[in-house]
């Protein structure tokens, strides 16, 4: 009995490639089939990166389908996942951090942080909470309560510690911190933007070349 010719496909949400390269399938997805078919349809381009591509392009699953069944014409394609790739085009070789840029962002970062609790400590007067915390529970009225400061001081750093899921270099579990899913979701969305734009301007070239023709 004849196997039947399928190709699963599930496309990657992101890939690089350097510029001038030749996209290929292989590249921008995963691959279901038979094992020579697979190498074969691996090496399929899609697009050949153009200076005038900029920094990003977006390859489609209609794009893909079109290109697999001009190479293998009976071939049956079933789609997995999302229905578009973002293709960046980036050097292959990544540039270091500077250290000077490094350092004044760390500083900036410190004293920016220290003022906005300093600021904020200084809204609500605590201080004045504290000293009085402090009277209720010992009976005595002290300006400088350093008992119940110092403790106070060291649990707001270990508090942001546990906050961000971090202690030192270690996750204390494999749950995403508040920031990490605020920077996955600013990533999102400026994925899904270059998308929408990508896919305006493949609309407006192909009208410009249904009116050329």
Do not use: C
């Not at 599930?10 to 190498?39: C, F, H, M, S, W």
Request: net charge neutral.
């Amino acid at each position: 009995m004849e196997k039947p010719s399928v190709v699963y496909v599930r496309l990657r949400r992101r890939v690089v490639v350097p510029p001038g390269a030749v996209i290929t399938l292989g590249q921008v997805a995963r691959l279901v089939t038979e094992r020579d078919r697979e190498r074969r349809l691996r090496e399929l381009p899609l697009h050949s990166v153009r200076p005038e591509d900029g920094s990003m392009v977006v390859i489609d699953m209609l794009q893909i389908v079109k290109a697999v069944h001009e190479t293998l014409p009976g071939l049956t394609v079933e789609t997995f996942g999302e229905p578009h790739v973002l293709v960046e085009i980036a050097p292959a070789s990544s540039r270091q951090p500077r250290l000077i840029l490094l350092v004044l962002a760390w500083l900036l970062l410190f004293f920016g942080s220290g003022m906005a609790l300093m600021n904020f400590h200084a809204d609500v007067n605590m201080p004045h909470v504290q000293s009085r915390i402090t009277e209720l529970i010992t009976g005595r009225s002290e300006r400088h309560p350093w008992l119940f400061q110092i403790p106070y001081s060291l649990g707001v750093g270990l508090g942001m510690l546990l906050f961000f899921n971090r202690l030192f270099r270690k996750r204390r579990s494999d749950d995403p911190n508040p920031l990490e899913v605020e920077m996955f979701t600013y990533q999102e969305n400026v994925n899904h933007y270059i998308i929408t734009e990508e896919y305006r301007k493949k609309h407006e070239e192909e009208e410009a070349r249904d009116r050329g023709g």
